[in-house]
């Protein structure tokens, strides 16, 4: 790994203009997860819910708020919308009949997801196909490292 540079003006500048471009970034995507959810019917926070199903697995309604950092009130009237459009369904536990699992939907629907993001995946494949195995390693472990950064800020304040 280089070297890292001082606190030069330069590098100052430079790690200004890198913050920028990432919030740049969240707002585009967010942008693109909003235009998604639109075309099904969600808002985002439904259509990231849904997708935190799909990638994790099955979860509680407490686990669910818990990664998202909504309240189980809004949790419960997302999960509502998603049952109702078929996008995930709720199981009693088998473990405590108290305790709901919620699970993504019906593998069709998860079809449909796939399908929502194809074309946003084309152009991800146009894009990458500039960069070296070597460099795209370096941007995942970059994403990876920014990803769990911005969830630990995000716990930090909620907390606070």
Known sequence: M???SSLSSERQELTQQIDWALRE???STVLVASSIAQKVGMGPNDLKCAELLVRNGPMTAGQLAK???LT????TGIV???EKAG???READPHDRRRIIIHPGPQ???KSAADLYASH????DLLFSDYTDEQLFFILQFIRRLTSTNYEEAGRRREA
């Open 25 to 27: 970034l969240s707002t």
């Open 2 to 4: 280089p070297k890292k």
């Open 67 to 69: 990664a998202t950092g």
């Open 87 to 89: 996008w995930a369904r």
């Open 108 to 110: 069709e629907n998860q």
């Open 72 to 75: 189980s009130g809004a949790i």
């Open 121 to 124: 995946e084309k152009r991800m």
């Open 80 to 82: 509502d919308r998603l």
